[in-house]
């Protein structure tokens, strides 16, 4: 069984930064895309960044593009969020998720299996 733990959240002010890590275990890592998905209060859990199996290939929110950077190390058997020039509206709990789809990518919730607990981050103006 997959288990995801995140870690990295807090508090921050706009224009600072976080990392959120995604720790993984319980099969192999590099069998899994890894995506992040945030949920803001009373709104739906959305798409944010996901990474492809090789690392090769990622997708981000529109809204986030040139801010935030997904990756994954397999050695460490992790996958980070780099969130860089943090806004307000980013404020949310963000979710790890493994998933393993046909295509390369998806950013779709049904793609993945395997959920983390979620971390809060809250951006203060």
């Known amino acids: 069984q997959v288990q995801l733990v995140e870690s990295g959240g807090g508090l921050v002010q706009a224009g600072g930064s976080l990392r959120l890590s995604c720790a993984f275990s319980?099969?192999?890592?590099?069998?899994?895309?890894m995506g992040w998905f945030l949920q803001a209060p009373g709104k739906k859990r959305e798409f944010v960044a996901v990474?492809?199996?090789?690392?090769?290939?990622?997708d981000y929110l529109d809204s986030v593009k040139g801010r935030f950077t997904v990756s994954r190390e397999p050695d460490k058997n992790t996958a980070y969020l780099q969130m860089n020039n943090l806004k307000p509206e980013d404020t949310a709990v963000y979710f790890c998720?493994?998933?393993?789809?046909?295509?390369?990518?998806?950013?779709?919730?049904?793609?993945?299996?395997?959920w983390g607990q979620g971390t809060q981050v809250t951006v203060s103006s």
């Open positions: 319980g099969r192999s890592f590099s069998s899994y895309v």
């Open positions: 990474i492809s199996r090789s690392g090769g290939n990622a």
């Open positions: 998720a493994a998933g393993a789809p046909r295509t390369a990518v998806s950013t779709l919730e049904r793609a993945y299996d395997y």
